[in-house]
């Protein structure tokens, strides 16, 4: 399998940011973390293994990268403002320096955004803020609501990166085309912690006439790795 390490300072984060890419070819899909995992996480965790031979027969190209998590929605330490600008930061990063690398290795017009936890909302939150860029999702356990992490504050920024905040009130057609040509796909479980927040998003694009599945798992411990790498090669 064709294991690549990549390292830049990224000059709209002010620091290092590291990925990995795993194979050589096929569907790219951009692989973000869970909640203060590291771009080496999918790999670690046998979600890569899982894949392998999806990935050495050409059909899916993992882009895995790092997150800031723990310097925004994570950070106690500053104010909210600053956690959702750091935030801002980072979607800039991934759409102006991590996805002209990707188009740079494949040349594939469609790209997925996929995930699992908190992952699953970086996932969803990329694909619905720009259905141009990606045109698959594979959210897995996902939660969407993210006001809860900044106890009370909110702000433009904060709706624009809250999934069951803005969708409810899309309505510019250019994003509703696109999404709604889209293959969006969320999978949880019966016993996950996330399973309502799934539901909810479920209701808020069935709303908007937006295709897409939800998948229920009925599994033990569907939040976790085990169920993640069965689902990952049912849905990807």
């Given at each position: 399998m064709v294991r690549e390490y990549h390292k830049w300072h990224?000059?709209?984060l002010g620091r290092d940011m590291e990925l990995l890419i795993h194979g050589h070819a096929g569907l790219?899909?951009?692989v973000f973390p869970t909640s203060g995992g590291r771009f080496f996480e999918f790999e670690d965790r046998g979600m890569v293994a899982s894949l392998a031979h999806k990935i050495d027969n050409g059909n899916i190209?993992?882009?895995?990268v790092d997150s800031v998590d723990m310097e925004s929605w994570y950070n106690k330490q500053?104010?909210?403002r600053w956690r959702i600008a750091r935030h801002q930061q980072y979607d800039d990063y991934i759409i102006h320096e991590v996805l002209p690398l990707i188009r740079q290795k494949n040349w594939n017009p469609r790209t997925v955004a996929l995930g699992?936890?908190?992952?699953?909302f970086h996932a969803a939150n990329f694909a619905f803020r720009h259905p141009d860029v990606f045109t698959g999702l594979l959210s897995m356990s996902g939660a969407f609501d993210m006001a809860r992490f900044l106890g009370g504050y909110h702000d433009s920024d904060?709706?624009?990166n809250?999934?069951?905040?803005y969708i409810p009130n899309l309505s510019d057609p250019w994003f509703l085309d696109r999404l709604r040509n889209n293959t969006l796909i969320l999978a949880t479980g019966w016993d996950d912690q996330c399973l309502s927040s799934n539901?909810?998003?479920d209701h808020l694009l069935n709303e908007k006439g937006i295709p897409h599945k939800l998948h229920i798992w009925d599994s033990n411990n569907s939040h976790d790795w085990p169920t993640w790498q069965r689902m990952v090669n049912e849905y990807l």
């Open positions: 990224s000059p709209r790219p899909v951009l190209q993992l882009f895995c500053v104010p909210p699992c936890s908190f992952g699953g904060l709706y624009f809250t999934p069951t905040q539901q909810h998003l």
